[in-house]
């Protein structure tokens, strides 16, 4: 899936976007010092590689595990996992392209909020229940089946073949 291979590569790019800095920091004064405006969104495009990478790595499994596609709701993950660092370092060294934050938080957020209704109507289907916007964000009470060792019949429900 397209969101795993963006996470391992949002990875090894937080890597890299981590170690090039990192021949630098030791000057005190670099790019104006430790808390200055364009050291900050260095680290913060940094952190954002793994921050991403993480929710695309969510989002793939997840996907996968459930069985479920949601085309848009990708489509916009990577295009966050993209625009947000490219959207810190052009901030960092101008601060106008600062403006343009929406996009990757916009994307990510709906990428997001996408993906809780394609898991909840996945999630309802498998209770056998009509979708809800609400039972995604519910604790479930699950309890684990008695298992006879000498009855070899099989799960009769899918809720049982899950436990």
Request: proline share 6%.
């Amino acid at each position: 899936m397209l969101n795993i291979t963006a996470a391992w590569m949002g990875f090894a790019l937080g890597c890299i976007s981590g170690a090039v800095p990192g021949l630098f920091f030791h000057k005190q004064d670099w790019l104006g010092g430790y808390t200055s405006w364009p050291r900050r969104l260095i680290r913060l495009a940094h952190i954002s590689f793994f921050g991403i990478g993480f929710l695309n790595l969510g989002f793939g499994l997840t996907s996968l595990v459930l069985g479920i596609s949601s085309p848009t709701a990708s489509v916009l993950m990577l295009v966050g996992a993209a625009a947000m660092p490219t959207v810190c370092y052009a901030s960092a060294f101008h601060p106008a392209f600062r403006h343009l934050f929406f996009i990757p938080a916009g994307s990510v957020l709906l990428s997001i909020g996408l993906f809780i209704i394609s898991v909840d109507g996945a999630s309802s289907s498998v209770q056998g229940k009509k979708p809800s916007t609400t039972s995604a964000l519910r604790t479930l009470d699950v309890h684990p089946a008695t298992h006879n060792p000498t009855e070899q019949d099989a799960p009769s429900t899918t809720t049982e073949r899950m436990v």
